[in-house]
């Protein structure tokens, strides 16, 4: 049946002067712009849609697992060799993306076949090519991984980067894209290493802060988990035992006067540390 945007595009063009030749070019346009969307409509409702436009899930998966490690083994060996922390790189990301004993055999079997330079990469490009070409994610995410392994030894070489271009050639990604990608990539993973050198120091630095929390409570002779009172009991306690002027009195000679003053100010400040972290906590 026909569709009114089509017929009326067909009678406009016919009535213009355009006769039969211009009754056919508005009548299609009348098609791509009004009638199209329901002729759609009606694939989608019938399930037709799926059957004719969609690939295979798994064709997809094997496609993409198939070119990440081929191509991964090509851009690790692109300068001649493969380093331990390229392999180091590689086997990383085949843990994060969990692959089952038979999966990694598997994606190890492609990284070797990759650094073999006989290993045409254009079928397995062309395989994933056709699957994935409109899964800009999926291809981003392609990129990435590549670009992982091609900054394994934290700089890029400049083989790795031209077979970067070559397979961003095959797979219909402009030149521009992959710079996108890689300043992207580039400055995630500036931003990862700062942020884990931020972790470290952090752990490190509350580590301290327990040890020398302890450390104070050991001054003072307490155990960590002794109430206020028992706490300011022992500091004084201790100072008093400790102030020079009784010290002196009991036989001290002048010249140890700054040993003394010397640990009442240690004994002040642990107390003071043990204090201040009761206070913030609270």
Sequence with gaps: MMKYGTLIGALLGFLIGGGPLGALILGAAGFWLVDRRS?????????????????????????????????????????????EQEIKTASEIMKSMRLSPGQRKAAISLFNEGKELSRDLVPVLSSFHQVARHRHSLMNMFLELQLQAAYADGVISRQAENVLRDVCSALGISQFRLQVIQQRYLAQRAFFNQYQEQTRQRHQANLAGRNQLNNAYAV???????????????????????????????????????????????????????????????
Excluded at 44 to 67: D, K, W, Y
Excluded at 231 to 244: C, F, I, T, V
Aim: charged share 20%; aromatic share 8%; net charge positive.
């Design 220 to 282: 003072l002779g307490v155990p960590v988990g002794c109430d206020d009172q028992q706490l300011k009991k022992a500091y004084r306690r201790l100072m008093s035992q400790h102030h020079p002027d009784k010290l002196v009195a009991k036989g001290l000679p002048e010249e140890m006067v700054s040993v003394a003053k010397q640990k009442t100010q240690e004994i002040q400040a642990a107390y003071n540390l043990i204090k201040n972290y009761r206070t913030q906590k609270a």
């Design 39 to 83: 002729v759609w409509q009606l694939l989608a409702g019938s399930g037709l849609q799926s059957r004719l436009f969609s690939v295979n899930h798994e064709q997809v998966q094997s496609a993409f697992f198939t070119a990440t490690f081929t191509v991964m083994g090509r851009v690790a060996k692109a300068d001649g060799r493969v380093s």
